[in-house]
């Protein structure tokens, strides 16, 4: 007697809450994503989430008279795990969780002539030879935002949308090369200069619309 009226117990949790579980497709800065929606409470719901793309980048710069052409591409992917607290009852939310960030930019440099710039110095660069960078971030990012749209009581479709900041502290940047003959202190020279400029990159802005199906 005691285990089926603990059965009836857990039932009357888990029940009502999987009943109103929503799949959602997504856009947003994070790249195309799917997520699930499950509702926890009567104001607060359970938000699990994966986001991925991939994005060319290309780019020309010019230091001490030396172009360099650089190109290469930010790899997004990531999954987040948030909770949403709905105050009013309504569809407005703030939500707040984590983001596991497995983003990555990577590049190489291609000079437009038979010469690179590394750390302000000209190298002469030969067949097979190249720069590159890599930008690492921090695997795992608080996150804080507002957002529309709530797991409905009935079954169909539904809207949502999202504007948030991902804590994702400085990323980490890399610079090296196989060019014969470069001095290491220029190496070093490009990787301060290359972590200096990322210092502005601490905060990723999200913004997000999708639209949901709930079962």
């Given at each position: 007697m005691k285990k ?6 857990l ?6 809450a ?5 799949a959602?497709?997504?856009l947003s800065t994070l790249?195309?994503?799917?997520e699930?929606?499950i ?6 719901d359970?938000?699990?989430g994966?986001n991925?793309?991939?994005?060319d980048?290309?780019?020309?710069s010019?230091?001490?008279g030396?172009p360099t052409?650089y190109s290469?591409d930010?790899k ?8 949403d607290?709905?105050?009013w ?8 969780g ?13 000079p ?7 750390g302000?110095t000209p190298?002469?660069i030969?067949?097979g030879?190249?720069v590159?960078?890599?930008v690492?971030?921090n695997?795992?990012?608080?996150y804080l935002?507002v957002g529309?749209?709530r797991?409905p009581?009935?079954s169909g479709l539904s809207f949502t949308?999202?504007?948030g900041?991902?804590?994702q502290g400085?990323p980490?940047?890399s610079v090296t090369t196989?060019i014969?003959?470069?001095n290491?202190?220029?190496?070093n020279?490009?990787?301060t200069?290359?972590?200096d ?10 913004i997000?619309f ?6």
């Amino acid at each position: 007697m005691k285990k089926l009226a603990l059965a009836a117990i857990l039932s009357s949790f888990t029940l009502p809450a999987f009943a109103d579980a929503t799949a959602n497709a997504k856009l947003s800065t994070l790249g195309f994503g799917v997520e699930a929606a499950i509702p926890l409470t009567q104001s607060v719901d359970a938000r699990i989430g994966y986001n991925g793309y991939k994005y060319d980048f290309d780019k020309t710069s010019t230091s001490n008279g030396v172009p360099t052409n650089y190109s290469g591409d930010l790899k997004l992917s990531n999954a987040q795990v948030l909770a949403d607290w709905h105050p009013w009852g309504g569809s407005f939310r703030l939500s707040a969780g984590v983001i596991f960030n497995n983003n990555k930019f990577e590049m190489t440099a291609q000079p437009s002539g038979t010469t690179v710039n590394i750390g302000g110095t000209p190298y002469t660069i030969g067949a097979g030879e190249a720069v590159n960078a890599t930008v690492d971030f921090n695997k795992t990012a608080p996150y804080l935002g507002v957002g529309w749209g709530r797991t409905p009581k009935n079954s169909g479709l539904s809207f949502t949308s999202d504007i948030g900041v991902m804590f994702q502290g400085k990323p980490k940047g890399s610079v090296t090369t196989n060019i014969a003959g470069v001095n290491q202190n220029d190496v070093n020279r490009a990787n301060t200069d290359l972590n200096d400029a990322l210092d502005n990159f601490r905060f990723y802005p999200v913004i997000s619309f999708g639209i949901g199906y709930t079962f």
